[in-house]
């Protein structure tokens, strides 16, 4: 009797364990469901859906993808996150609809899903996140209205997120007995030395095209030369001496590039890079992938990486794709298992081995990761001086980077001075910031 009551025990016991650990499964409830989600079409979600199936194998929920290009995305978005109910899930939202999207109340703080103790995965180890990457684009209400601070909060996780390193050609450097650029000195003596030494072969691939191309061009050297668009009382200060540094520093780039670079686009600069029509190149990490495609570059095996050049300091670019619940969501919780299932550590590595861009510290130090990228420890290192400012994330910063993009695309061409330029834009950001209330505080 004894022998048979010890056994019924250990069964229950094993019983109790088998129903405990069911109940600790955090998919169990969400089995069978079916997630809407929006991704653009970018060489990093085009990694992700590679490794996107493992997900619906791994916790039985379904997964559909609506995959768009990125100003499509930002259309079909805006439509969504105003309807009672939403279609989406989960979105992907380039840095700069961050704003707009918390402004509006139209995504999820995710502090009360990081608090649920069954939703939470406490291996998730979000100081492994970039800070640069998830104070530029997932935090907003800090210092500023879009940075961390004090009363900031959390609305979304960096996801093919991008930063600004230098590529060189290795094959011409080491022809010419050419050094690496480490300053903004020795990048613009490089830059117009190459054409002398390699007739026909532009200096470094630069955006030039009017409108946003040129300011973002313009804005990957205001950083490091101490400049910044805005000062903490939101007065414009994209006329200052270090502005106009930054903007004489691109026009010695364009002047010194390719034929034709002031109408080069991301994808005509790189593409200028990739075919050998330039020696070096300084934008966005994304062009990596495509270097060592033999079907898109000539200059496979020819190709090494290093840091952003400094000036008064360090600042490479923060930028790219983020991810968010949508306010109106059908399905939370289960967004958000899934968001933080591909910004996990495991999934985060099997991502980068299909080409797409890391969001943690430990994948770009990951040894199989460099194995098959070794440019990827020079990223993370790139990374550590990754400025999350480098540009305001405002609502209205749409109206002044076009102005800015505009405007100084003239002094690109040698129509006006960078000087003249960079004035006009000054005031008429002034007016800009005025319509929208931030002059309110002023005395």
């Known amino acids: ?8 025990s250990l069964a229950a016991i094993g ?27 970018h060489p990093h979600f085009n990694a992700v859906m590679k490794v996107l199936p493992e997900f619906t194998k791994e916790t039985g929920i379904n997964v559909e993808v609506d995959q ?10 805006t439509l969504e996150l105003t309807k009672n109910r939403g279609d989406y899930d989960l ?19 995710l502090a009360r899903f990081f608090m649920d103790p069954e939703l939470a995965d406490p291996n998730y180890d979000p100081e492994d996140l970039i800070d640069g ?70 200096g470094l691939a630069s955006r030039g095209k009017s409108g946003h191309q ?76 495509e270097v060592e495609d033999p079907e898109k570059s000539k200059i496979v095996g020819k190709v090494g990486w290093a840091p952003h050049p400094v000036d008064v300091r360090a600042g490479s670019q923060t930028g790219g794709f983020g991810i968010a619940i949508p306010k109106n969501a059908q399905e939370k919780e289960a967004a958000f298992l899934l968001m933080q299932w591909l910004t996990s550590k495991d999934t985060d590595k099997k991502i980068a081995l299909e080409g797409g861009n890391p969001s943690r510290f430990s994948t770009h130090a990951d040894p199989d990761v460099n194995a098959k990228y070794p440019h ?29 993009g505009t405007t100084l695309s003239k002094a690109m061409t040698g129509e006006i001075s960078v000087q003249e330029a960079l004035d006009m834009v000054a005031e008429r950001t002034e007016g800009i910031m005025a319509d929208a209330g931030y002059d309110t505080w002023k005395q």
């Open 1 to 8: 009797m004894l022998k048979l009551l010890k056994t019924t």
């Open 15 to 41: 019983l109790a364990l088998c129903a405990a650990g069911a109940l600790a499964d955090p998919y169990e409830e969400h089995r069978g469901k079916t997630l809407v989600v929006n991704f653009p079409a």
């Open 68 to 77: 768009l290009q990125y100003l499509a995305m930002r259309e079909k978005q």
């Open 91 to 109: 979105i992907a939202y380039v840095v700069f609809s961050k704003a707009d999207y918390v402004y509006a109340d139209q995504i999820e703080p």
């Open 133 to 202: 990457y998830v104070q530029n684009i997932g935090v907003a209400g800090g210092k500023k209205g879009y940075l961390p601070g004090p009363t900031g909060a959390l609305f979304g996780i960096p996801f093919g997120s991008e930063t600004s390193v230098l590529g060189y050609r290795k094959d011409i450097f080491d022809k010419h007995g050419l050094e690496v650029p480490e300053t903004y000195d020795e990048l613009l003596e490089l830059a117009c030395k190459i054409p002398e030494l390699e007739p026909g072969m532009g």
């Open 214 to 289: 040129t300011s973002h061009a313009f804005l990957l050297h205001l950083a490091p030369m101490g400049g910044k668009v805005l000062d903490d009382q939101w007065n414009p200060v994209i006329n200052s001496p270090e502005a106009v540094k930054a903007g004489e520093a691109l026009k010695t780039i364009l002047d010194c590039g390719r034929e034709g670079a002031t109408s080069f686009g991301f994808a005509e600069a790189k593409n200028a890079f990739l075919q050998g029509q330039t020696a070096m190149f300084l934008d966005s990490t994304v062009v990596a992938g």
């Open 376 to 404: 990827m420890a020079v990223f993370g290192e790139a990374l550590k001086d990754a400025d999350p400012d480098w540009r305001p994330i405002i609502p209205v910063w749409g109206k002044i980077n076009s102005e800015l």
